[in-house]
């Protein structure tokens, strides 16, 4: 999946980077969510202050010892103004119990123009010895971008804090003020992190007239406290840590959250307590955006003229959106979730995915076609039915299509039948390697707003066939006696499968290097080959599946054993999986990227003089999630080897993570099954 | 694209004189476009690159107060993905450099012009205290496969000063042309270098009767990263200059290095200072009637136990003013103190040994993780780490104390087998340091193991790690608690096996010691090890053959390769069967001696009891690229023996199993 992250303000993780999405996650509580309300006085110059010293005696939530640090304390207090600002004040300490905890001391803070951090401390406490103290003149500043992955410029900095002696057995805390000027008067209090807390508090204060809206994901709702006037106050104790697993769910999806939406008097709405309120927000953002100038006008003629069907133009169009738009994201204030006018991104040539969106929009309305923006998160479960309407779930901006009476394709999977709109297709220009008509597994069985004219909605993205994705491999084989394996292979990869394959290739720079993945899959299973050609095919032309044949030769393939000849009939592929061998229960669903269906036919002629003497037996295992069956048969001097793995489920809930585990296993097993020749008898 | 990575300017000389700052080229001082470049859609030289450089060029001007560098690159965009080259980021110093004169166009495929005139973008990359990182960004509009993307921009640098520069020449994309001068500051002497060499045809560095150094170039490779490859500083083409205050640089190497040793010499003989503290030490240390050996290797482990601040966590500046560490000015401070870096306490150890009456040097020593030191290349700073040579019955052996848990005369494999300079009152000589043999460097590991009947494993693995294989985990897991230490060591035994493996750390590894193997006991269960064929059951024998799986499986080689140390893997498994179970047929014994490394695998079979014990010996060091498919076919045959299996026939109340 595309994982840039171009409808955002927050700063975005490594790509592919789960822990590091986690670790964000935590600190962001810690980036975004501040202000000052009580500015806890120090003791004396350089001590913690009181709040931090009140800790230092309490007792630790559960934990157990592998936790590297507690959260002692946590606080944020959210006093909003009547012109819109919020000053915000966050307060944390941490109590460190093993070296990993360390990374507690090097804090992140994020800002931005409209976000200005007032004031920033830190301090440390240690188990001996006095208090340490840093100023925020002695942070550091680091900006953020990636300019060769296309994100060129963003208005967002971090002050970086490196808090001393940050060790076992201190406690590490900070304190910051800002004042935020934000467009969308909304709110996100995360409970828990990735260590156990102690308690969390959470302060908000209204003006006169104004109301607020909470809604709680993965949490019990806590009710306030009333503390004043206009004023509430969240606790929480004891929360659990979300401790990171391989294939979890994103943060959002399990982490205890409350979103909350501020409503100003007289029905100003910049809280969204609807999914219309969003969309019409999001309306009045892009107003007028979608315009096409003369020029667009004329390149849509150019692209669509030779072609007689509207699928026709709307392939055309999408192509060149896919392709002769470049993806730079440039990220300056409320440009993070604004797109580029149509007519800029055209002449540059270039825009980040809402740009692009919008461009294409544009496009598809000079040939009479209706198309609204999407808006989505790339992590398939940060958003669900449950989610309320709120700006800091989405990180993405794709298109739906409104497919006009008669245009049917066979190609055109990523459909969904609206109400009231008919047939909308999903689309994402972004991602230059999923075909028109298809849609990338994260963003199946996804949740994205849908902005019409009339507002807009949360609406559930499809679910592809099993048979949308996958590889299929045949090999034809011949075996000597001496061991000797040779043969060509054909592999057909559709979908996200295809989608794998030519991301690897895009960065090969080398055309001696477009080899390297079948020489991996080959090391793989094999200890002795040599590839002795391969060609790729299609790999530009994602509408086609693509392809690989390879022709290779394996000395020592079969194993002598005495008078026997040993060949394993699966040769080449690994379905197994290892992410479920571990000591710890498993906590939380285990997340597939797509449906697919994977099948291998593998003939292998055995050498002359040689029978079949034992066969691995079949498997066939069968779950909900997923199926694997396999078998070997001898049909007069050949071996040949089937099997078919699909997965058919998203998500694995936990409850059936050990039929998971087992069918890993099933398949580990099959895959080192083994048959034997023997010396023919006539 | 990242213009330049690093900062690659070292302020070296505040100079006093005047001039002012012109562009050495102003305006859109463009070259011409040829027809070829614009029709090129390929470069046989460097097949599949997403772009190429068609041209480059680097003029530096240093001339006192207007110091300035003109960059211009020309890319050809061939392929979708090298799009990418058309973001453009330029790093600088703020305050020491400035940026001026940026000015980009794009070429379309057919000619036509596009002037940048949008936006140049200030980014912060980092803002400490004391320096500010700021870059250029921007990016190039309408942008094609087939355009040409050129762009041209000055670094200005601060006046009153020169700084150190280079010109590098290997870059993430292929050249076809580059063109570098330097114009040097003429009060100071430069000196110039190529210390990886010259790509093929480059014209070398010269400075021509203007005082103007000039180099061209063409058709260089572009960069590309290996395994197991050398430092990139050995491969990357490029030209190095210094400045030197002195009226006239020193260019013969013999009386280069004597001047150096000898200022080190003075230096190392200061810091070890009188002989009285040390013997005084030495007599705390040592018994009179101590063996000579047994005397080196009490003072060794004593010089250990100081306190080695090189290897504690990286302590903020307010910690380390708050420990008010002394410095040490001699050997006799770092005794006393208790305390040292890494570097003092090996000279302390220097100190001690020659106050035992044993013959020892100083010896400077060039670590080869960065460099391959070649004293031709005059470059000092090369030199980085201190070792001690003891001459001890005979025998030659080399210390680095200074470095935690090194065992005793077991220099880090990024000292061992490097240049170095033995240092006495001439300046010194140039030795070579020792590289332990295999032998020295083991993982042992002994497995005793019982088959269920559904072919599971269960038992005792042992995993022994000797030598390098012991310090290099000690080293890492130094920071580390015990329910760390015991997470790596069980994730290290899941990666020997290729299976999926249960195993939990039964012992408590000493962490500690330099001169103890690290030796880790596990209670392992491998489910399903075994696997049935009709009336057959099959034992793979490659339980440790994991970690061989990937090595060298790709056909294609660029670079040398290099191994950190020679190694040694033992390993010794036996397996129970089930009652009634017999050995059907074992593979043949192995035995691959192929000089600089070996594989040899042995089985048998007897009362129920499958045993096999397996070698994998590793001599090699640097093989050369052109060897590596020897290379290659040796850890092929080392895969295909991991893959053997043995035949067995179950008990017959097992079979139907």
Redesign the interface.
Known sequence: MNNKSCFSREPHPPASSRRARTHRSAALAALFVVASLLSSPAAKAGDAPSWMHALVNVPLPIHD??TDAVLLYSEEILNVQSNGRIKETERAAYKIL???G?RFGKLQFAFTPDSKINSLHAWCIPAQ??D?E?KE??T????Y?D????E??TDL?AKVV????A??GNIVGFEIDRDARPYILQNEWFLQQTVPVAEARYTLQLPPGWEYKAVWLNHAEIQPTPSGSNQWVWEAKNLPAIKWEPDMPPWKGVAGLMIVSLVPPGGVKRGFLTWSDMGNWYNELTQGRREASPDIKQKVAALTSSVSTPLGKMRALADFLQ??I?Y?A?SLGIGGVQPHPATEVF????GDCKDKATLLSSMLKEVGIDSYYVIINVERGEVTPETPPHIGGFNHAILAIRLPDGVSDSSLVAVVQHPKLGRLLFFDPTD?LTPFGQLHGALQANYGMLVTPDGGELMALPQLATSASGITRAAKLTLDEHGTLRGEVHEIRVGDSAWYQREIL???????????PI??L???S??????TGATVTNLKQTSLPFEYKWSFVA??YG????N?L?VRPRVLGTKSR?LL?R?EPRQYPIENESPSRDTDTIEITIPAGYEV?????AVNADYSFASYHSKTEVNGNTLKYTRTYEVKELSVPVSKADELKKL??II??DE?????LKPATH | MNFRRVFLFVVLLLIAAVARRTPLVSGDDWLPITPDELKMTSEPKAPGAPAIFLYREVDRKDSGTANTEYNYARIKILTEEGRKYANVEIPYLHRTTAISNIRARTIRPDGTIVNFDGKVYEKTIEKTKGNTYLAKTFTLTDVQVGSIIEYHFNYDFEDGWVYSSLWVLSEELFTKRAKFTLKPYERLSVRWSWPAGLPAGAQVPTEEPDKVIRMTAQDIPAFQLEDYMPPENELKFRVDFVYSEESAIEKDETRYWKQFGKKNYDHVEGFIGKSQAMQQAVSQIVAPSDPPEVKLQKIYARSQQVRNLSFEPRRTEQEQKRDKLKEAKNVADVWSNGYGWGSEITWLFLGLAKAAGFEAYPVIAASRNEYFFRPARMNSHELNSNVVLVKLNGKELYFDPGTAFAPYAMLPWQEASVGALKLDKDGGSWVTTALPDSSASRIERKAELTMTDEGSLEGKITVTFTGLEGLSRRLELRDKDDAARKRYLEDQLSEYVPAAIEGELKSQPDWKSSSEPLVAVYQVKVPGWASSAGKRALLPVGLFSATEKHLFEHAHREFPIVFEFPFKKMDDVTIELPLGWQVGSAPKDMDTDAKAAEYIFKSDGKNGTVHFNRVLRSDLFIVPADKYTVLRNFFQVVRSGDEQQIVLQPGTTSASQ
């Open positions: 010892e592998k093993r070296p990993d360390r010895g006095k340490y840093v003149k002695d550091a500043e680091r900006g971008a300019v060769e992955g296309g060129l410029y900095r490196d808090i001393p002696a060790e076992p392709r002769d470049r730079v440039i002449s540059h040539r270039f230059d895009r960065s090969v720079d080398k055309d001696s290097d477009r080899i390297k020489e991996g080959m090391a793989n094999l200890g002795v080959f040599q590839v000395p020592a194993k002598t054993a005495g026997l040993l290892d061998e000591k003497d034992d066969l691995p037996p890993y296993r580990a097993s080192r099954n083994t048959a034997v």
